[in-house]
């Protein structure tokens, strides 16, 4: 999405997961018993007469003020990012820089349990040979597999990856 999407938006979401919270913690309450009921009955008393009227309050204004932005010149340029809005925060730090253009060489993997099976299978003078040369449940096995993994970009049957 290249415009600025404006904040009375996301506060009409609040108040939908408000209305959501409410509706389960009632349905809540209705089974609860004891100090639970009485923390959840005050909970919420204090959603529904504290904060869901507040949360209202503050969607109104904002949706009053984006009413009176669209009125202006500008709302095409402060819609479509090109410039803030009033009441918008301007970032505290630069933007990022663009991403480098793609090119057609894959991400460099760092898999240094790969490497350590390239090793090993260097050594042994092959991926059969290496694997034959360790225990199933080695780290030296897990780093061969590793390294087929990489090379091939297939997962080797029953081989699941140790966390490095």
């Known amino acids: 999405?290249?415009?600025?999407?404006?904040?009375?938006?996301?506060?009409?979401?609040?108040?939908?997961?408000?209305?959501?919270?409410?509706?389960?913690?009632?349905?809540a309450t209705e089974r609860m018993t004891g100090d639970d009921w009485i923390d959840a009955t005050v909970l919420l008393n204090d959603i529904t007469e504290d904060i869901g009227p507040r949360l209202a309050r503050l969607r109104t204004s904002a949706s009053q003020r984006f009413d009176e932005l669209t009125r202006l010149n500008d709302f095409e340029d402060m819609r479509t990012g090109r410039m803030p809005f009033p009441d918008e925060r301007l970032p505290t730090t630069e933007p990022p820089a663009r991403p480098a253009p793609p090119t057609d060489l894959p991400p460099r993997l760092?898999?240094?349990?790969?490497?350590?099976?390239?090793?090993?299978?260097?050594?042994?003078?092959?991926?059969?040979a290496a694997m034959m040369a360790y225990a199933p449940?080695?780290?030296?096995?897990?780093?061969?597999?590793?390294?087929?993994?990489?090379?091939?970009?297939?997962?080797?049957?029953g081989w699941i990856p140790p966390i490095v």
């Not at 999405?1 to 506060?11: A, I, K, T």
């Not at 760092?110 to 050594?123: I, M, Q, S, Y």
């Open 137 to 157: 449940d080695s780290h030296e096995f897990d780093d061969i597999q590793a390294y087929r993994y990489v090379s091939t970009g297939k997962r080797p049957k």
């Open 1 to 27: 999405m290249h415009f600025q999407e404006h904040h009375f938006r996301n506060l009409g979401r609040a108040r939908d997961h408000l209305t959501e919270t409410i509706i389960s913690l009632q349905s």
């Open 110 to 128: 760092e898999a240094p349990n790969a490497k350590r099976g390239a090793a090993l299978v260097a050594k042994h003078g092959g991926v059969e």
